[in-house]
């Protein structure tokens, strides 16, 4: 994430912690101004909990947030209002449109152009001022509500826009619109966007880089599939995990047996026929959807085995020489050495 | 039971006489209950929301304290507010005794955990994105609150209600600060209790009529202003 500018976020043994559970451990991380970081993992894995600190709104148990160059605390005057978070589910004030979307510029102090600016916001989320500006809260639709709580962002035209999940629970069009609007940000202002998302368009079509999330851990750059536990000894040196399938996971021996692995994506190796290759590990799995790295031209294949799904990164002249389409029965083959463990410690 | 009926006619032409000494008491009762609760709304509102905004040790005794104290007596309050200003009190000087302003300043005391527990129920049952939402929108710790009091106005408005309710109709305190001087700390329920003494029953009555039109009135002018600011 070289730019040659200076990071707008430089994170330093960022930790959370939530009743004695640690949900998040960020060693150091930096993020360039005007970058679109994708944050992907399951639920719980720490996405919410990194958009919270980066967006000031909690304290970390521990470590630090540098905001260009500075360290920064929630209700740091020079942050507020220029890092800007959208909750997964927005809050619309019980007040109308316009009075919800206006509400962080007369915080401010209201300049005169107020009522342009959240006119201008309402449009560029596609919702007709005219129509919308008045409408009671309660009057709005879940993907017109998302866009108003969108738009009351765009009006403070932010330099970081975090948005937790933004195209999760509504429509097509809407979450178009949203992504749409975002992307107008950056193009207009520079603003930063960092998105927590399993909207796979946003991640490989619009992110320059995507985070992967596990167990609180940050993986930045790069896919990959984590082998959750818990893992049982299978001979000298290495452990094994049944799926539910039958089929069985080869690790080397770790530390925790209770801990999580993973490996990376482009170590695995996708084939219509098993390869028969000394000790390495091959699972029978069916292809679950493709999908265009447009920044890598390469192509994010999901393939379900048990209850696993795991992600693999080809060239696009492997998915066609190869055939593989989703419904295909597939082998995944990889090399036990190459599994990691995330300490979890 | 004639008397409830008569007590009914009576109200109505002691309201449309325009009968002084009982528009005294209603001065009186408006007056001693509308300064009790200003005092309660500006002290409790803000001590409401942090006991409902904020998480901290020992929060839940402190819940179980200001919930108790819902049910404070009212002659207990009117005991302890007498002795501090009473001649030979620590606040005597005050001159408060046997004033409207003495009777408020009991009110006050029975009003505020009312304002401070109802306040703090509708801070609590605000939707947690809420406070997200002000901060990601760059709300400082004042426009926090501020806010959150005004998302969760319906709540508070119910807790001014309920409040006033209390401070209106209570006797203890009005009987023991006020002393149910005639034309000057006599309110409508000190009235009430003088009446009944003297055997009239019929102009108690009247008078109790006279207290729940006035609530009524409250009411419907605290129903319309929730429509207004919906």
């Known amino acids: 994430m070289s730019s040659g500018k200076p990071p707008i976020f430089r994170i330093e043994a960022l930790q959370q912690h939530y009743g004695g559970r640690r949900a998040l451990f960020v060693p150091h991380l930096e993020i360039a101004p005007g970058a679109i970081v994708g944050l992907m993992g399951p639920n719980g894995s720490g996405k919410s909990t990194l958009l919270r600190l980066l967006g000031f709104i909690e304290k970390p148990s521990s470590g630090l947030i540098h905001f260009k160059g500075r360290t920064a605390a929630p209700f740091d005057p020079r942050i507020r209002s220029r890092v800007t978070l959208l909750p997964q589910d927005p809050y619309l004030m019980n007040r109308s449109v316009f009075d919800n979307v206006a509400y962080g510029i007369k915080l401010r102090g209201a300049g005169s152009d107020s009522v342009q600016r959240v006119h201008r916001a309402l449009a560029a989320v596609g919702l007709a001022p005219a ?15 998302q866009r108003v709580a969108l738009a009351a962002r765009l009006a403070l035209e932010p330099e970081v826009l975090l948005m937790d999940e933004p195209t999760a629970s509504v429509d097509a069009e809407s979450a178009e619109r949203i992504r749409r609007a975002a992307l107008a940000a950056r193009d207009q202002w520079g603003t930063t966007l960092i998105v927590a998302s399993h909207d796979w368009s946003w991640l490989f079509e619009v992110c320059d880089a995507v985070w992967h999330l596990y167990a609180g851990t940050v993986f930045p750059a790069g896919t990959r599939t984590f082998f959750p536990g818990p893992w049982e000894q299978a001979g000298e040196g290495a452990w094994r995990r049944r799926l539910a399938d039958g089929q069985w996971l080869i690790a080397p021996a770790g530390t925790d047996p209770s801990a999580p692995a993973y490996i990376e994506s482009q170590k695995l190796i996708l084939s219509r026929a098993p390869m028969v290759e000394g000790s390495r590990v091959v699972l029978k799995g069916t292809v679950l959807r493709q999908a265009l790295i447009r920044r890598t031209g390469k192509v994010v294949v999901t393939v379900g085995i048990g209850e696993l799904t795991l992600t693999a990164v080809l060239a696009p002249e492997t998915l066609r020489n190869e055939g593989m389409a989703p419904g295909d029965g597939i082998f995944v083959t990889y090399a036990p050495e190459d599994v990691s463990w995330i300490d979890s410690s | ?48 929301f942090w006991l409902g905004y904020h998480n901290f040790y020992g929060k839940h005794a402190l819940r ?6 819902l049910s404070l007596p009212t002659v207990l309050v009117g005991l302890i507010v007498y002795a501090f200003i009473s001649r030979q009190g620590p606040l005597g000087e005050m001159g408060l005794l046997f004033t409207l302003p003495g009777i408020a300043v009991g009110q006050a005391i029975l009003a505020w955990p009312v304002v401070v527990a109802l306040t703090a129920t509708a801070v609590e049952s605000m939707d947690r994105q809420l406070s997200i939402t ?31 309710g209390r401070v209106m109709t209570e006797v203890g305190i009005s009987m023991m600060v006020g002393g149910n001087i005639k034309w000057a700390t006599r309110t409508m329920t000190t009235a009430i209790a003088l009446e009944t003494n003297k055997g009239m029953f019929a102009t108690g009555v009247a008078l109790g009529l006279v207290l729940l039109a006035i609530a009524f009135a409250v009411n419907v002018s605290l129903s319309f202003l929730r429509r207004q600011v919906r």
């Open chain 2, 64 to 69: 179980t304290v200001v919930d108790t104290l």
């Open chain 2, 134 to 164: 002000l901060r990601s929108l760059g709300a400082d710790r004042r426009q926090l609150l501020l806010s959150t009091l005004w998302e969760a106005r319906f709540g508070i408005l119910a807790a001014g209600v309920t409040a006033y």
């Open chain 2, 1 to 48: 039971m004639e008397f409830l009926l008569d007590g009914f006619v009576q109200a109505i032409i002691l309201l449309v006489h325009l009968d002084p000494e009982t528009y005294s008491a209603i001065r009186a009762t408006l007056w001693s209950s509308s300064a009790a609760m200003a005092v309660s709304l500006v002290l409790g509102l803000p001590a409401g």
């Open chain 1, 131 to 145: 129509q919308f500006a008045r409408r009671p809260w309660f009057a709005l639709s879940g993907g017109e509500a």
